[in-house]
């Protein structure tokens, strides 16, 4: 037990074990639907007659794996969460490798994203939406962190995340495949919707409180703004991922109909993109 509370503790073990930790039966299935191996399970004894529980500790053993009963009380003296589920799962997990973007047509960056709760809705949201990879650069939070998992609800298992080290290199390694790296910005960008995304677009997103630095926005090939009515600054990042993902799930599904294309403006220059609030994404916390 010791272990399990250390990998739901260390991101450095988790790393090395290549492994991440997987709360409760749902995302456990989830899990082995995605043909992820399943190292050890552990249930606390008010999950052995919960249906779910049984139904996928069942599977598990079926498939050789292990599951181990629990004594009263020590979930809760290994779990992270203050109402622990009553299962928990050892699960194989690594980050996808960049050749994963080959042949990749839409994705996500996250630059200095520190929320696991944000960077688990924008792996969700980036799943739901058709997106081939996210990039997790630098200063982002470790997509295998506990609340980061939850926030997911599985789409960890389905969408490649890749470990993009700084966010130069990642650049880099977009541009050496043909990607257009397109920033989100308060104001003064395109609006989302004359953005043309039916090509290869990366889409950068940044930090909740500061957005992207002014130099990353100056190295990038252009900024789309989601036009706001009220009087909120801005959106949470999670927020912003849905808008412009599905706004760009619409278009290309659009372009791909018989006898459609969708009418769209090429991206605006940087140059000109007027200044932008210190906010520089569009996205809060």
């Known amino acids: 037990m010791r272990r399990l509370r250390q ?7 988790r790393s090395a074990e290549r492994v991440v930790v997987v709360e409760g039966a749902e995302l456990l299935s989830v899990a082995i639907a995605a043909g992820a191996d399943i190292e050890a399970v552990y249930v606390a004894p008010e999950g052995a007659d919960v249906p779910s529980v049984i139904d996928v500790t069942t599977r598990v053993l079926s498939a050789g794996g292990r599951v181990f009963d629990l004594a009263p009380g020590v979930m809760e003296r290994v779990a992270s969460t203050v109402t622990p589920q009553p299962l928990l799962a050892v699960v194989s997990y690594a980050p ?15 630059v200095d994203v520190r929320d696991p709760g944000n960077l688990g809705t924008v792996i969700r949201t ?12 630098d200063g982002t939070v ?17 969408v490649p ?10 650049l880099e390694m977009l541009r ?14 395109t609006d989302y919707t004359a953005f043309d995304w039916t090509g290869p677009v990366a889409l950068v997103l940044g930090n909740e409180a500061t957005g992207l630095d002014d130099e990353l926005v100056g190295s990038l090939d252009g900024g789309v703004t989601i036009p706001m009515a009220g009087r909120s600054e801005s959106l949470n990042v999670g927020v912003s991922a849905a808008v412009l993902c599905f706004e760009a799930l619409r278009q290309r599904r659009t372009a791909a109909s018989p006898g459609t294309a969708p009418a769209r403006s090429t991206m605006s220059a940087m140059s000109e993109v007027p200044e932008r609030p210190a906010d520089g994404n569009g996205v809060t916390a």
């Open 7 to 13: 990998l739901l503790r260390k991101r450095g073990l």
């Open 142 to 158: 470790d997509p295998t962190n506990p609340k980061t998992v939850r926030s997911t609800a599985g789409s960890l298992f389905h």
């Open 126 to 137: 980036a799943d739901a939406a058709g997106v081939d990879a996210v990039i997790c650069c």
């Open 161 to 170: 995340i890749i470990d993009g080290g700084s966010t130069a290199s990642a």
């Open 176 to 189: 050496a495949r043909g990607f257009t790296a397109v920033a989100t910005v308060v104001r003064g960008g």
């Open 96 to 110: 996808a490798p960049p050749e994963r973007l080959d042949g990749a047509t839409l994705v996500v960056v996250c």
